[in-house]
C-alpha cells in the first residue's frame, strides 16, 4: 500500500535490536488508515512533529497488531529505507489545534483497561492527576553500542541513567492505584541528553500541571506484552 497522508504526532527513543541495528517506533494519524504505528524505522530519519510524510508500507508478518505497519522492503534494505519517506509538507501552526481536536474526538478512551477490551493497541488518553518523575533504570547501560548503518553514537533508551514516567489517573480510571507509565517520545530523551543537569525542566516544557494547557497521552502497547502500555506522544495546547 501507498500511503500518502501520514501526519507525524511521535516517535519514541532509538531502540537497539539483536543485530546491531537501532531503530525508532513512529506513530502518527492518517485520515484513510486511522492511528498508525511504523516500525522498524531508521535511526537517521528525524522526523519532526506535524510533519506530512508520504511512503510505501506493507504489513509486517512478526507484529499481528492491526494498527502495526513498516515501511516497504524493511528486510532486505534497512539501509536505504529512510529514501522511501518522503517529506512533503507541515501542518500549519493555525490548524494544529483543530486537527488534535479532531484525534482525540475519534480515538479518546475512558481507560486503558477500554483498549485491552477492545484489543486496540493505540488510543488517546485525557490524564487526570499527572505526577511525572524521573526512576533509575535498572537496565541503565553507559557504553553506547555502534550501529551497522550509521558513524553516528546514537544514544538508545538503555544509555539513558533515567526513565521519565508520569503517574496519573484515566478520566474513567478502573485501574486501582491508576497508571503509571514510561514517556517514550523521542524528544524527552533528546532534553535529557542535551540537559542532563536540568532534568525537572522537562516537564515545564510540555507544561505539564500548567492550568492553561490541556494534555491528552498518546498510548500504545509492545508487541510482546499487549497489556503492557506507554506513553508515546503528548498531545498539549493552549486552552
Ligand atoms: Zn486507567
Redesign the pocket.
Known amino acids: 500500500m501507498y500511503l500518502d497522508d501520514f501526519m507525524v504526532l511521535g516517535h519514541a527513543v532509538p531502540q537497539e535490536h539483536r543485530d546491531l541495528r537501532k531503530s525508532i517506533c513512529m506513530m502518527g494519524y492518517s485520515p484513510t488508515q486511522g492511528l498508525i504505528r511504523l516500525y522498524p524505522i531508521p535511526i537517521r530519519v528525524r522526523p519532526k512533529k506535524w510533519a506530512l510524510l508520504k511512503m510505501p508500507i506493507e504489513k509486517s508478518t512478526s507484529d499481528k497488531r492491526s494498527e502495526s505497519w513498516k515501511i516497504k522492503g524493511e528486510k532486505k534494505d534497512f539501509d536505504q529505507l529512510y529514501k522511501k519517506i518522503n517529506h512533503f509538507d507541515i501542518v500549519k501552526l493555525k490548524n494544529r489545534k483543530n486537527i488534535q481536536r479532531h484525534i482525540i474526538s475519534k480515538y479518546e478512551v475512558d481507560?486503558?483497561?477500554s483498549l485491552n477490551d477492545k484489543k486496540e493497541s493505540l488510543g488517546i488518553?485525557k490524564p487526570k492527576n499527572m505526577k511525572p518523575f524521573f526512576d533509575k533504570r535498572k537496565d541503565y547501560e553507559p557504553k553506547i553500542q555502534s550501529t551497522l548503518d550509521s558513524d553516528t553514537l546514537y544514544k538508545a533508551s538503555s544509555n539513558f541513567e533515567f526513565q521519565p514516567r508520569i503517574k496519573y489517573?484515566?478520566s474513567n480510571?478502573?485501574?486501582k492505584n491508576?497508571?503509571n507509565q514510561q514517556l517514550l517520545e523521542r524528544g524527552a530523551y533528546e532534553w535529557m541528553r542535551k540537559e542532563p543537569s536540568k532534568l525537572d525542566q522537562l516537564w515545564k516544557n510540555y507544561k505539564i500541571n500548567d492550568i492553561d494547557y490541556e494534555h491528552y497521552f498518546i498510548v500504545g502497547n509492545q508487541a510482546r506484552y499487549l497489556n503492557s502500555f506507554m506513553i508515546i506522544g503528548i498531545l498539549w495546547f493552549k486552552k
Open positions: 481507560c486503558i483497561e488518553i489517573t484515566c480510571c478502573k485501574a491508576g497508571d
